[in-house]
């Protein structure tokens, strides 16, 4: 045998000996890992095929505990297991677990807040301590559920190496609250790979964060540019990834870009897969395609987070379009510090479809009376004169690390005063009621008699109403995800259509506030007819006051009317899922007495429609600007935000409504319709409002999301010209608006059909701009019309031009690079920075653009 060959022998035999020790290391690693569904006596198995063991045998102290099941098992529940059962914990107990010694170690906690024996889940105050490390303090599975509109919460840590090889998990009831419990449903611990290393701390040049020797808690995990990724999907973590739409900041929304069909991502050879899934890397959103556009704004993400603590922001690039250095070169800054300068993803990755992250630490200080906020931009690198002025990012990740003191515990966040909490209110309501049923039936023969009877007659129907639903649930066959937002949220298709069933399925009917006739009768006048604000295809809309002082717009389905149970339930089934700055929020319904009712916020500006034709006082150019950009920020949500493509259908100035703070919320859901984002169409009956009517639509019956660009772009002329969309009283050439509009911009008298009190208001750019906009809206074929995407685009381009016709000229005419937008001056104020409707003392030029509120998450 010479040398070679015994060196080759060599080399073979150590490879199988660390594939074997590789192998022995996974083994252990499952072998010690642990699915607990608590307060169960045989475990069972979820909807993912894992298998999960009861609880009892590492409880070592018990203290008072017991076990429980849920009284109701909501339709949003993933699976039962391990949400349905609950160890119920009155004074402190400990979880003993046996661990790898010198592993990181991923515990997942799962809680549904529900009600269980005689314990109220408002009641559920408790404190989690895992080692040394405290979790979670104080901490209101409740609470937080309703601020997150939520039905379960999933808490997920990176613990440190244990070094004794044992993991001890306490849990213990507040001492704050009277009565207060824990609970837990479900405790998930498995090894992980050891995934963090130190991280450069924005701010300070010369210092770093060791991550290593910290616990973290995960705050955000984001797919940016694309779907929801559920934990089967992942790189063999079991994590969740969710859309980052939520959190872009205010219209400049970029674009979303996807690996061109025969490309493939490819992990560099120091880099594991597992770090994220091959889906993070295959999408991602960019600036858009416009260079000059894009030097003046920032590509933004804001997040709620809790002050005093360190956190660690991993970005996730891959370059899916550019295969040369200085291609694309851009800027990040994180709260208003430059935390990278000139990055350029092939020059870090060495090639196209080469997957790499970076780590950035960045500490949040508490400020008092003020919410914690972490804001990540991207701004195109000027200076170093890249090939395009662009900026891209595929992947966010943003973890939390324990404090000084070894605490992770923030605050409970502060429900918002949405439907959810008010359903949640309700259900409390129904649940006190029903304890007291005994002493009710005392009272039944008194003077009271009819009250207590009338009480009665109320908890049984919400019995009977609760049992329906869940027989509902339980009879449904399929359940398929809807809105990657906050948390996966689901919706069963129910197969009983019988004559008592309600057309509303059991997660809508869930998802939104119930109201009873007579509350909508006692906020109306029992629809008195002074109270009418709007009347529409579904029937009257009243203004109406619930609880006590809150103005809602009632909508109330007329006998007579076309649209009957089926667009009833489609509003219901849509909004009640759907939250988005620029939908109207639905609050809730009632179905009593064969009415059908609908409860919005109240808008208190009413209808674009009435502000072009029936208002003594005229919007402005920019007013009607901002809400076209308002407007078209919602369908481009519906059009790309949800896991289902959903296609509107009746885009028109009716059904676009404005707040008190001329914020615009596209509105009426009753003929939407939904499809997979793979399909090129959806096969329907023609339905919708002539005159907004896509002409293709109408000729071959297949409607698609370009269906609402076209109506959208009816709106805009309609916008420009306070025009109606049909005038049958007019010559035969001007019936139509669309068609009368786009005669004039070809023939180039459109500014001769300008709304009068406009004339002399807008810039010839910005007409410019807007004309073409809605002329591409209107193209005859779907194909060529432009995304909504597009269409927000350049109504914020427009905007800018309005605002800076001078400064947009000259930039254009001198070919020179327009002014960077973003100064990152200490002094410089972050929401002038970031896009904030004032000027910057940096910026003397102005921000200029229409940034109309800030986007923020539920």
Same mark, same amino acid.
């Given at each position: ?254 674009? @979303? ?25 295959? @999408? ?418 297949? +409607? ?32 139509? +608006? ?53 269409? +927000? ?66």
């Amino acid at each position: 045998m010479n040398r070679r060959t015994h060196i080759l022998i060599c080399l073979i035999s150590l490879y199988f000996l660390l594939s074997s020790i590789s192998v022995l290391r996974a083994s252990n690693s499952n072998s010690v890992s642990f699915l607990l569904t608590c307060g169960s006596t045989v475990g069972g198995i979820d909807s993912e095929g894992r298998n999960w063991e009861s609880d009892r045998r590492y409880l070592v102290s018990s203290g008072d505990s017991i076990s429980a099941r849920a009284r109701y098992q909501d339709p949003s529940l993933p699976s039962s297991v391990p949400y349905m059962s609950a160890r119920i914990i009155t004074s402190e107990s400990t979880y003993k677990f046996s661990v790898p010694a010198k592993q990181r170690l991923s515990l997942r906690l799962y809680f549904y807040p529900s009600q269980y024996s005689s314990f109220n889940p408002r009641d559920g105050y408790f404190s989690v301590v895992a080692g040394k490390i405290t979790l979670l303090k104080n901490f209101s599975a409740s609470i937080t559920a309703q601020a997150l509109t939520q039905s379960y919460i999933l808490k997920e840590f990176s613990l440190t190496p244990s070094r004794t090889g044992f993991l001890n998990l306490t849990f213990t009831p507040s001492t704050k609250h009277n009565g207060s419990f824990a609970f837990i449903n479900g405790i998930e611990i498995v090894p992980m790979p050891d995934l963090f290393h130190p991280a450069a701390l924005v701010g300070f040049s010369d210092q770093i964060v060791a991550v290593d020797s910290s616990t973290l808690q995960t705050m955000y995990r984001l797919n940016v540019g694309g779907q929801y990724i559920p934990p089967s999907n992942d790189s063999g973590l079991s994590r969740t990834w969710y859309d980052d739409s939520p959190y872009v900041y205010a219209a400049a929304f970029g674009v @979303t870009i996807k690996t061109e069909e025969n490309d493939v991502i490819e992990y560099p050879y120091d880099m594991p897969n597992y770090v994220a899934p091959v889906d993070v890397y295959n @999408t991602a959103r960019s600036m858009g395609p416009y260079s000059k556009v894009n030097q003046n704004y920032n590509l933004t993400w804001v997040f709620e987070v809790d002050g005093n603590f360190m956190y660690i922001l991993r970005l996730h690039f891959c370059e899916l379009k550019h295969t040369k250095i200085n291609q694309r070169v851009f800027d990040i800054y994180i709260n208003n510090q430059t935390a990278q300068l000139a990055a350029d993803v092939i020059a870090w990755s060495s090639s196209k479809d080469s997957p790499m992250f970076k780590d950035f630490a960045m500490y949040v200080s508490e400020r008092p009376g003020e919410d914690e906020q972490l804001w990540l931009a991207l701004h195109p690198s000027i200076s170093q004169k890249p090939e395009v002025y662009d900026a891209i990012l595929n992947g966010l990740e943003i973890f939390k690390l324990n404090d000084t003191i070894g605490n992770l515990a923030g605050p409970n966040p502060v429900p918002s005063p949405l439907p959810l909490a008010a359903e949640s209110k309700e259900e409390m309501k129904s649940f006190e009621a029903s304890k007291s049923k005994k002493n009710v039936h005392i009272i039944a023969g008194t003077a009271g008699g009819a009250a207590a009877i009338s009480l009665l007659a109320a908890i049984f129907i919400a019995i009977y109403q609760r049992k329906r639903r869940i027989l509902e649930s339980d009879q449904s066959g399929t359940t398929s995800r809807w809105l990657p937002l906050y948390g996966i949220s689901y919706t069963n298709k129910s197969t009983n259509s019988g004559a008592n069933s309600s057309p509303v399925s059991s997660l809508a009917s869930n998802l939104c506030r119930h109201f009873a006739l007579g509350e909508i009768k006692q906020g109306t006048k029992n629809f008195e007819e002074t109270h009418v604000i709007g009347v529409g295809g579904f029937g009257k809309v009243y203004k109406g006051v619930v609880d006590g002082g809150t103005n809602v717009a009632i909508k109330r389905a007329s006998p007579s009317s076309e649209q009957g149970v089926n667009e009833f339930r489609t509003e219901i089934e849509m909004l009640s899922k759907l939250r988005h700055r620029h939908l109207v929020s639905l609050i809730g319904f009632c179905q009593e007495n064969n009415e059908m009712i609908l409860v919005y916020d109240y808008m208190s500006h009413g209808t674009l429609r009435e502000h072009l034709y029936q208002c003594e006082t005229h919007l402005s150019w920019k007013q009607r600007l901002e809400i076209c950009i308002g407007a078209a920020r919602g369908l481009h949500y519906l059009h790309t935000g949800a896991k289902y493509t959903i296609i509107h259908r009746d885009v028109k100035t009716t059904n676009i409504l404005v707040d008190e703070n001329w914020v615009a919320k596209v509105s009426d859901f009753g003929l939407s319709k939904t499809g997979s984002n793979n399909q090129t169409h959806i096969s329907t009956l023609v339905k919708g409002s002539f005159g907004y009517l896509d002409p293709e639509y109408f000729r071959r019956q297949q +409607l698609t999301d370009k269906s609402d660009v076209y109506s959208f772009g009816v709106v805009l002329f309609e916008v420009l010209c306070a025009h109606p969309a049909l005038s049958p009283s007019l010559p035969k050439e001007e019936v139509s +608006l669309a068609d009368w509009a786009l005669h004039c911009q070809k023939n180039g008298t459109l500014e001769d059909i300008i709304d009068p009190t406009l004339k002399g208001t807008i810039t010839p750019e910005c007409l410019k701009k807007f004309s073409e906009t809605a002329e591409k809206c209107l193209s005859d074929h779907g194909i060529d019309r432009p995304s909504m995407g597009d269409v +927000l685009w350049n109504l914020e381009y427009g905007l800018q031009l309005q605002e800076k016709p001078n400064a947009s000229r000259s930039k254009v005419e001198d070919n020179k690079p327009a002014k960077t937008f973003l100064a990152v001056t200490p002094t410089t104020s972050i929401k002038s920075c970031l896009g904030g409707m004032g000027t910057s003392s940096d910026d003397p030029d102005g921000i200029i653009f229409s940034q109309i509120h800030k986007q923020q998450g539920r």
